[in-house]
């Protein structure tokens, strides 16, 4: 925020710079350097137009004071403090908007290829959050609890090495159930491995409904695989491969049918699409 208007109330230290805070740029000892108590307000700061701080050898403090200077200030008596929000690097509004103040706050990065893998119109978040964790490989697998001092292996198949790879799908347990389930979606048989998979999903070319049931039968399929597993780790029940590939099915026909997808032109033929890629 920056001010607009007033001086009765507002205090120096929350006065807005680009940077931040200016008590938080400038901290306690560089207020005292500046002399300026802690509970100084904008007026006793800002008098008749100018800006009075005391004289200091400190260059950063120097270069905060030169741009506060240039701050387009006007104070108004008998009049209430106004704020404007932030709304870009250079524009304010009188108005809160949450898009906005999150676009300002938030450390940006680049897009990665595989994030319209997880993020997709016809996702489910618990399942998308699940995929997240697996593409960047931070699922406590075997292989990573094995550097706190625990035993690792396949809880599936029995193999000493449990990675991210080898749940999905190297293991032969998870690559009869990722068969059953991506039925011919891929248009040929899928593959075990796991960049092999990533990369046929972000370069084949798929028509828009295939896409869909490939990215959502990808993310259901993860997230069953990984709480079939943790079901043995922890309460030690198992279940068979039918049984899992039945709930990955239920569950992509239960989401197919919550789009309503009979009603909107770009997803009718979806569940039929599902159904096709499973005739045998």
Not at 1 to 9: D, R, T
Request: glycine share 6%.
């Amino acid at each position: 925020m920056k001010i607009q208007n007033g001086c009765s109330v507002r205090f120096w230290t929350d006065l807005w710079h680009p940077k931040g805070r200016l008590i938080d740029l400038a901290g306690e000892i560089g207020t005292q350097k500046l002399g300026i108590g802690r509970s100084a307000r904008i007026c006793d700061v800002f008098v008749d137009g100018e800006w009075r701080f005391r004289r200091c050898r400190d260059h950063f403090l120097q270069d905060l004071v030169h741009d506060i200077r240039e701050l387009p200030l006007i104070l108004t008596a008998n009049v209430s403090d106004g704020v404007l929000w932030r709304d870009g690097d250079d524009t304010y509004s009188s108005r809160f908007n949450s898009k906005n103040t999150w676009g300002n706050i938030r450390k940006k990065k680049d897009q990665v290829m595989w994030s319209r893998l997880i993020w997709f119109q016809q996702g489910v978040p618990r399942f998308a959050f699940i995929t997240w964790l697996a593409v960047r490989d931070r699922l406590s697998t075997g292989h990573r609890t094995a550097q706190w001092g625990q035993a690792q292996y396949c809880l599936y198949c029995g193999e000493p090495d449990e990675t991210r790879d080898h749940l999905f799908f190297a293991c032969p347990y998870t690559f009869t159930l990722w068969l059953k389930v991506a039925g011919n979606l891929f248009g040929k048989d899928p593959d075990p491995d796991w960049d092999t998979t990533i990369t046929r999903l972000l370069t084949g070319h798929y028509d828009r409904l295939t896409f869909i049931l490939l990215r959502l039968v990808l993310q259901v399929t993860i997230y069953y695989i990984w709480r079939e597993r943790n079901e043995r780790l922890h309460n030690n029940v198992s279940k068979p491969v039918e049984h899992i590939a039945r709930l990955v099915d239920k569950t992509i026909r239960n989401r197919i049918m919550s789009t309503r997808y009979y009603l909107r032109p770009r997803l009718q033929g979806l569940m039929q699409r599902w159904f096709g890629a499973h005739d045998t």
